[in-house]
């Protein structure tokens, strides 16, 4: 299996997730051999199709996610997520920003704690709007290193608008974000 | 007007540090060609014919001098020494170079101002009434709203990959001035049954290849909801807009094709969802930014007021420029300053940098310090008392900017064209001088009343043809530029899409083909009537047969 770098929450981390493709078996064990019992399974994320085909079993096994592509009603995942860990969202295109609304309806109106990962043309200068949209595990474009993504995090110190990461706009803010990154 | 707080100072500070790496990675060659124009677009800068364009925000139009001042310097600087008026009140530059840019945009963060979205597939500059706070006819003064949408705008996280362009225009007053019902969202200010002033929501107008007029999606939301409304509209778009087609990516298409019933169902669906969440707007916020606009010191009537009958009966030209160059204003002893940007010989819109700096000291003397730019492509000052007009228009006419044709035949909105626009198919520029040179007996002028000429140079319409009395529409044909002619459009309460008249003609051809229908309005003209209203009443058919003969 390859290696691969992710950010979460703001720092470079071995990605713990395992893609697992719909004519791919679903690993039970961490893979090695002499691991025990006792070790959870790896996580893994599944296509949504085998989610709905195998939903009941794989939920049961705990520890998946479901790969969402973008062109999805995310409400209609509602009832899923209580049984999902992660929700991946897509970005064919980095100028395709329909992942954005995806990721705030999943936070803000549906509640969703788990983790949600951005993936696909995922580029340093889009991380800023992805954390605040509520992606927590940003997945870097393929060729690239995912601490090229670190940069584009702290681009600002001051936003307007509320969003999943800070639910007030400025005007309800008790502090003007100038005085709170100074202090 | 308003000014930045440490917030609003430090975010335009850290997006020119944002601006200046991704330069800086464009030039190492870290980022790609197609990676940076996007991040370039939203910062306002094209790549054009010849070199960069940036376009410069000039949110609903308002400059103070300070500011004025600065874009002189930066035209000296980083350009030609002039700038352009584009049809949605920012300032476009026409040959920085792209190491320059981040520069430029500290010295622009120097005086509270920005390119930040001024181009890309996000939300637009919101722009307004040039004539906002100072019209008789205003239910309210929209530019607190407007300020309140350009910083909920700003960096919207969930907004900035829109499927395309997003543009939003506010106005206050009974005579709309704005376009509204050509903008992605257009909103106008309104009186409830209850008493309440709220907003007209208008959705999925707009020109380009597609030109429609807005629909109203809802008749009335309060102030505290405008912000949720336009969130709901924003994201219902963000997930429905087309992604395949760019020609079919404006939400006037989506709304077009899901019908206004679904749209709206659509729209409100989400908007139950939003709207009681901190997004909503609270007083404390409105009556904050309402504070900016408060009107300025105006002095009594008594002593504002001065009657110019003398001075006018001395300088028939002073008494042609009142006439035509200045409008009613609200309080009594003022007056409303329309500065053409068309005088002869001058592409439309243009502005040089010291005509800028003639702008600021005027504004200084007899302003408050504050001048507007127009969707027009002119400007204005909008507090000028009455016994200062005299004085004012010689500082004007010693800076070449009181060229007395605001509502005429020349005072044409018309876009950069071939000259500079690597989108064009034919020039505009040039268009627009031999109309200029054919119409330049005055009296004439002024008979021929109002007449709204809107000239583009290819079918994006940046020159709005769709919605001039007289449209001219540049096209390629086999290599040669030929122009087409459309009439009947009008951008305002009457709102209007014009109508071709027949086909295209050479360029040599159009300023005598313009000629030819004015003489025939003339003729058909009854009472007091303008170009418009004799098209609408007499149809095309005799003014296609003034341009193409008997058929």
């Known amino acids: 299996m ?4 992710i950010v979460l929450d703001g720092a470079v981390v071995a990605d713990p997730w395992v893609f697992v493709a719909d004519d791919e078996p679903i690993p039970s064990q961490s893979g090695r051999a002499d691991a025990p019992t006792s070790v959870a399974p790896p996580r893994v994320f599944v296509t949504l199709g085998r989610w709905r085909a195998d939903r009941a079993a794989l939920a049961a096994r705990g520890r998946v996610g479901v790969v969402v592509p973008s062109d999805l009603d995310i409400r209609t995942l509602a009832d899923d997520l209580p049984l999902l860990a992660a929700v991946a969202l897509e970005f064919p295109r980095f100028a395709d920003g329909r992942a954005y609304t995806q990721a705030r309806i999943l936070r803000e109106q549906l509640g969703f704690l788990g983790s949600v990962r951005a993936r ?11 954390v605040r949209c509520g992606f927590d595990v940003l997945e870097p474009a393929a060729g690239r290193a995912a601490a090229d993504l670190l940069p584009g995090l702290s681009d600002f110190s001051v936003t307007y608008q509320g969003a999943a990461d800070t639910a007030l706009p400025r005007y309800r803010r008790p502090t003007p974000d100038t005085q709170r990154a100074v202090a | 007007m308003y ?18 790496d991704q330069v800086r990675r464009r030039l190492s060659g870290e980022l790609s060609e197609d990676e940076f124009r996007p991040l370039r677009l939203q910062n306002g800068l094209y790549h054009q014919r010849h070199a960069y364009m940036l376009r410069v925000a000039i949110p609903y139009g308002m400059l103070s001098s300070r500011q004025l001042r600065q874009l002189a310097y930066i035209a000296r600087r980083y350009d030609k020494g002039y700038g352009h008026i584009s049809t949605r009140q920012n300032i476009q530059f026409n040959w920085p170079l792209l190491e320059e840019v981040p520069d430029l945009l500290s010295d622009l963060a120097d005086v509270e101002m920005h390119a930040i979205q001024t181009s890309g597939n996000c939300i637009r500059n919101v722009t307004s009434d040039a ?8 239910l ?6 407007c300020e309140l949408i350009r910083q909920w705008s700003t960096f919207h996280p969930e907004f900035a990959y829109l499927p395309r362009k997003f543009k939003i225009a506010v106005t206050g007053a009974t005579v709309d001035r704005a376009a509204v019902a050509f903008h992605d969202i257009g909103l106008r200010l309104v009186r409830s049954d209850s008493g309440e002033v709220g907003f007209q929501v208008i959705v999925g107008g707009g020109l380009g290849r597609t030109p429609l007029i807005g629909q109203v999606v809802r008749e009335f939301v309060s102030k505290r909801d405008i912000l949720s409304y336009c969130e709901a509209v924003l994201r219902v778009y963000n997930l429905g807009g087309d992604r395949e087609n760019k020609y079919k990516a404006r939400i006037k298409i989506q709304l077009k094709t899901a019908g206004i019933d679904a749209f709206r169902a659509a729209v409100e669906a989400e908007w139950d969802r939003v709207r009681d969440t901190p997004i909503a707007v609270p007083e404390a ?7 900016f606009f408060e009107p300025p010191a105006y002095e009594a009537a008594s002593r504002a007021a001065k009657s110019w009958d003398a001075e006018s009966a001395v300088d028939p030209e002073f008494a042609r420029w009142l006439r035509h160059n200045t409008s009613e204003h609200k309080v009594p002893g003022y007056r409303v300053v329309h500065i053409s940007l068309k005088a002869p010989g001058v592409p439309p819109g243009d502005i040089t940098a010291d005509q800028l700096d003639a702008l600021a000291a005027l504004s200084d003397s007899y302003s408050f310090g504050e001048a507007r730019t127009t969707h027009q492509q002119n400007m204005v000052l909008a507090d000028v008392a009455q016994r200062d007009l005299a004085d004012l228009w010689r500082g004007l006419r010693d800076a070449g900017l009181a060229t007395p044709n605001i509502g005429t035949l020349t005072d044409m909105i018309c876009c950069p064209g071939l000259d500079f626009c690597s989108l064009a198919n034919a020039g505009s520029i040039a268009v627009a001088r031999r109309i200029d040179e054919t119409f330049q007996d005055l009296d004439e002028l002024y008979d021929l009343g109002e007449v709204q000429l809107k000239l583009s140079g290819c079918i994006n319409a940046c020159g709005h043809h769709h919605i001039g009395h007289i449209g001219i529409l540049g096209i390629n044909k086999a290599g040669e530029e030929y122009y087409q002619i459309m009439l009947g459009g009008a951008p305002g309460d009457d709102a209007s899409l014009g109508r071709w008249i027949g086909p295209a003609v050479a360029q040599d051809e159009i300023a005598p083909a313009v000629d030819r229908l004015v003489r025939r309005y003339v003729e058909q003209r009854a009472n007091q009537e303008r170009f418009i209203d004799t098209y609408r009443r007499v149809g095309a058919e005799p003014f296609k047969e003034a341009v193409y003969g008997i058929a």
């Open chain 1, 2 to 5: 390859e290696s691969r770098e």
């Open chain 1, 120 to 130: 696909g043309e995922v580029l340093r200068d889009q991380a800023f709007y992805m």
């Open chain 2, 3 to 20: 000014r930045y707080d440490e917030d609003d100072i430090r975010i335009v500070r850290e997006r020119v540090e944002q601006f200046r």
């Open chain 2, 131 to 138: 004539l906002a706070g100072v019209a008789g006819d205003e």
């Open chain 2, 140 to 145: 309210e003064d929209p530019r607190p709203y």
């Open chain 2, 285 to 291: 916020e409105l009556d904050r930014l309402r504070a």
